[in-house]
């Protein structure tokens, strides 16, 4: 990675709290060694059901303006893209509803998103025949991965609100990426880059003991 392209992580994070889940993954915390059926149930394995939305990150929430905020998808692409936040307001609107699964157990249902699904700023970008992966980037400096077939799934997107508000900042405001099928941790908030790539890429949790896909009816919380 170039200097252009680093995203240096831009606050002091929480590093006992890193520590703390990396602990988990060595133990297999969590685990309850089942798998789920998505057509007959609504939980996987091992998740407990809450009303709230916790928030979950490394400490460091950062203070991206609506004027300053980019995105940009790059790499294995035909046509890079770089827009801003008027530009991707601009694209058309996807709404979505689901579920999130975070890998710390919790469950939340009916989500309503609002934003670009991830198929329409791939048709702008057009992807090389061989792209294989994704590396997401974030302004808190997170990363995470994911196969090219997990990021360009029908039901995800970039989102800018939730449940009809503009999304929090605590959330991930100006907006995340939203990958419902995969662990919460899949699901970037703050995200700035996309990065096609032909191998893979571990990101943030991915080198620290956290599995590399992240399927809840798997409960594949750990690597
Ligand atoms: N940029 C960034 N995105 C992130 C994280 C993070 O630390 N930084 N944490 C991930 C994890 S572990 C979870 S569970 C979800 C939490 O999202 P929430 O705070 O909106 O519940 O964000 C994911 N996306
Ligand atoms: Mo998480």
């Excluded at 170039?2 to 060595?26: F, I, Y």
């Excluded at 009809?164 to 405001?173: I, N, S």
Aim: proline letters at 7%; one cysteine or more; charged letters at 30%.
């Amino acid at each position: 990675m170039d200097d252009e392209n680093a995203v240096p992580l831009t606050g002091k994070v929480r590093d006992k709290l890193v520590e703390t889940k990396q602990d988990w993954a060595r133990e297999g915390r969590l685990l309850t060694g089942t798998h789920g059926d998505p057509t007959r149930d609504r939980l996987p394995p091992g998740q407990r059901l809450v009303q709230d939305f916790p928030v979950l990150d490394l400490g460091v929430q950062p203070d991206v303006t609506p004027a300053n905020w980019r995105l940009r998808i790059e790499g294995l692409v035909a046509a890079p893209v770089r827009l801003t936040l008027e530009e991707f307001r601009a694209l058309p609107q996807a709404e979505r509803r689901n579920d999130i699964h975070c890998v710390t157990q919790w469950s939340r249902y009916d989500n309503d998103w609002q934003g670009v699904a991830v198929r329409t700023l791939l048709e702008m970008a057009r992807p090389k025949e061989e792209a294989r992966f994704v590396s997401l980037t974030c302004y808190d400096g997170y990363t995470t991965n994911l196969s090219l077939d997990d990021f360009a799934r029908e039901e995800n997107l970039f989102a800018h609100a939730w449940a009809g508000a503009p999304l929090e900042r605590r959330h991930g405001g100006p907006v995340r990426l939203v990958v419902p099928h995969l662990y919460f941790w899949k699901s970037p908030k703050w995200v700035t880059r996309v990065e096609l790539l032909r191998e893979d890429r571990p990101g943030f949790w991915e080198v620290r003991g956290y599995h590399n896909r992240g399927d809840p009816w798997m409960e594949e919380r750990y690597g």
